[in-house]
């Protein structure tokens, strides 16, 4: 069954250092995401992504954020300059069309800042 | 009042029982729920997709939605030990992007 891929599994980074989080979603899917989820929190939307630009976007990705899909398989989290309260789980998600269709995970990626 | 709350346990039950996961919501005009599956060190697992009010059955799994009460559940039957995770409800935001708002997520062993 196809799966959304997310690498590296683990990221250690120092504070103020930037980071960048890949994904490679289903290869049929079109709208691409980016989720968290802080120890012990819910899972919280970041970012949906569709036809090469932000589509929605939460409050907490701010400037320091950004989205990209450089090729036609790969999408990716960047953050400029990492905080200590940065450190979370980060998922990756798509689907194949907006709206309400299911979303499907990868298995995420754990930031750690020093 | 949260979007979406959810009782986030934990829940142990023994091998075989029949396990209820609830969660409420506040806004009436969510119309499509979902329940994943969260595996320690794993990501989300789509497990159930639901559509307005009723009951959805999968194998060992049934989703119900009243949404007049505004409450989903998942059934677990026969409940089994790899059947113990954390089980999420999840509820796209409706005229976006498909955001999905998450159930703080229940934690459930099943033990044997």
């Known amino acids: 069954e196809p799966e959304v891929t997310q690498t590296p599994s683990h990221q250690v980074t120092q504070m103020g250092q930037e980071v960048i989080l890949r994904c490679v979603p289903i290869?049929?899917?079109?709208?691409f995401y980016w989720y968290r989820q802080i120890l012990g929190q819910k899972v919280e939307f970041l970012v949906s992504?569709?036809?090469?630009?932000?589509?929605?976007k939460s409050e907490i990705f701010d400037d320091q954020f950004s989205v990209e899909r450089p090729d036609g398989s790969n999408f990716t989290l960047k953050i400029r300059s990492t905080k200590l309260e940065d450190s979370a789980m980060y998922f990756c998600?798509?689907?194949?069309?907006?709206?309400?269709?299911?979303?499907?995970f990868g298995d995420g990626t754990r930031l750690s800042i020093l | 009042q949260k979007e979406v709350e959810q009782d986030p346990g934990p829940l142990s039950v023994p091998e075989g029982a029949i396990v209820s996961l609830n969660c409420t919501y506040s806004?009436?005009?969510?119309?499509?729920f979902m329940w994943y599956r969260q595996y320690s060190r794993k990501g989300p697992e789509l497990l159930m997709y639901?559509?307005?009010?009723g009951n959805k059955e999968d194998g060992r799994f049934t989703a119900q939605v009243d949404k007049s009460s505004k409450y989903i559940s998942l059934f677990i039957r026969d409940s089994q030990p790899s059947d113990s995770a954390t089980y999420l409800c999840?509820?796209?935001?409706?005229?976006?992007?498909?955001?999905?708002?998450f159930g703080a997520g229940t934690r459930l062993a099943v033990h044997p």
């Open positions: 998600a798509s689907s194949e069309a907006g709206g309400e269709e299911p979303q499907h």
């Open positions: 290869s049929n899917h079109l709208y």
């Open positions: 992504f569709y036809n090469n630009e932000i589509s929605e």
């Open positions: 806004n009436s005009a969510f119309q499509y």
């Open positions: 639901t559509y307005s009010s």
């Open positions: 999840a509820i796209p935001r409706p005229g976006g992007y498909n955001k999905l708002i």
